[in-house]
């Protein structure tokens, strides 16, 4: 069974950082491109970054260009993704998803979520 | 950027009704798009991919059509476990896009 499990989120204030990670498991991880996808509270879905199997490719919506970093350590099934110089405006659920084995761009499966706040 | 138009944002049908969602993108993506299902507090799951293709454990109620621009998605015969937000999404290039979601209710 595919497993994703995000940890990571919290509390921030305005500027600062936080590193999220997802651990998968009951599949190749190396195999599959990932992705990340947020969700504000109340709010529909936003494609936030993916990252190819080898991290040879990597896209990020523009609003967070420059400021989060999408990686992975195959070795351990990990997903994560550095973000930096937080704003209000990155509050949100953010979901670690895979994606389809074609690499195609729809997520086959998705992470329970973990909660990022950014408040003063 | 693909901009994704759901219609309607909010539809109230009962129990065993046929509905259908409409999701237009603002330049042809080919069949390149998905429908997901999400319930409140939860994790999106995929219903459709590839405009029509019926992911692999989804009730056969569930049906997608179209490419190009203009997409459905169907339910023959709503359920109660059918109530929730749906959301299309294109994945022809990036940036991926999704469209604001259809929040689906009870009459």
Same mark, same amino acid.
């Given at each position: /069974?595919? +497993?994703?499990? /995000? !940890?990571g989120?919290?509390?921030? +204030?305005?500027?600062? #950082?936080? *590193?999220?990670?997802?651990?998968a #498991?009951?599949?190749?991880?190396? #195999?599959?491109?990932m992705s990340?996808?947020?969700? =504000?509270?109340?709010?529909g879905?936003?494609? %936030? =970054?993916?990252?190819?199997q080898d991290?040879?490719? %990597?896209?990020?919506?523009? !609003?967070v260009k420059? *400021?989060?970093?999408?990686s992975?350590?195959? =070795?351990k099934?990990s997903?994560y993704?550095?973000m930096?110089?937080?704003?209000?405006?990155?509050?949100a %659920?953010?979901?670690? =998803?895979?994606v389809d084995?074609?690499g195609s761009?729809?997520?086959? #499966?998705?992470?329970?979520g973990?909660l %990022?706040?950014?408040? !003063? | 950027?693909i901009?994704? &138009?759901?219609s $309607?944002?909010?539809?109230?049908a009962?129990?065993?009704d046929?509905?259908t969602?409409?999701?237009r993108a603002?330049?042809?993506?080919s069949?390149?798009?998905a429908?997901?299902q999400?319930k409140?507090?939860?994790? $999106?799951?995929?219903?459709?991919?590839k405009?029509?293709?019926?992911?692999?454990?989804v009730?056969?109620?569930?049906?997608?059509?179209?490419?190009?621009?203009?997409?459905?998605l &169907?339910?023959?015969?709503l359920? $109660?476990?059918?109530?929730? &937000?749906?959301?299309?999404?294109?994945?022809n290039?990036?940036?991926?896009?999704?469209?604001?979601? &259809?929040?689906?209710?009870?009459?």
């Amino acid at each position: /069974e595919v +497993q994703l499990v /995000e !940890s990571g989120g919290g509390l921030v +204030q305005p500027g600062g #950082s936080l *590193r999220l990670s997802c651990a998968a #498991s009951g599949f190749t991880f190396s #195999s599959y491109w990932m992705s990340w996808v947020r969700q =504000a509270p109340g709010k529909g879905l936003e494609w %936030v =970054a993916n990252i190819k199997q080898d991290e040879g490719k %990597v896209y990020y919506v523009e !609003s967070v260009k420059g *400021r989060f970093t999408i990686s992975r350590d195959n =070795a351990k099934n990990s997903l994560y993704l550095q973000m930096n110089s937080l704003r209000a405006e990155d509050t949100a %659920v953010y979901y670690c =998803a895979r994606v389809d084995y074609d690499g195609s761009g729809y997520c086959d #499966s998705w992470g329970q979520g973990t909660l %990022v706040t950014v408040s !003063s | 950027d693909i901009q994704m &138009t759901q219609s $309607p944002s909010t539809l109230s049908a009962s129990v065993g009704d046929r509905v259908t969602i409409t999701c237009r993108a603002s330049q042809s993506i080919s069949s390149w798009l998905a429908w997901y299902q999400q319930k409140p507090g939860k994790a $999106p799951k995929l219903l459709i991919y590839k405009a029509s293709s019926l992911e692999s454990g989804v009730p056969s109620r569930f049906s997608g059509s179209g490419s190009g621009t203009e997409f459905t998605l &169907t339910i023959s015969s709503l359920q $109660p476990d059918d109530f929730a &937000t749906y959301y299309c999404q294109q994945y022809n290039g990036y940036p991926i896009t999704f469209g604001q979601g &259809t929040r689906l209710e009870i009459k």
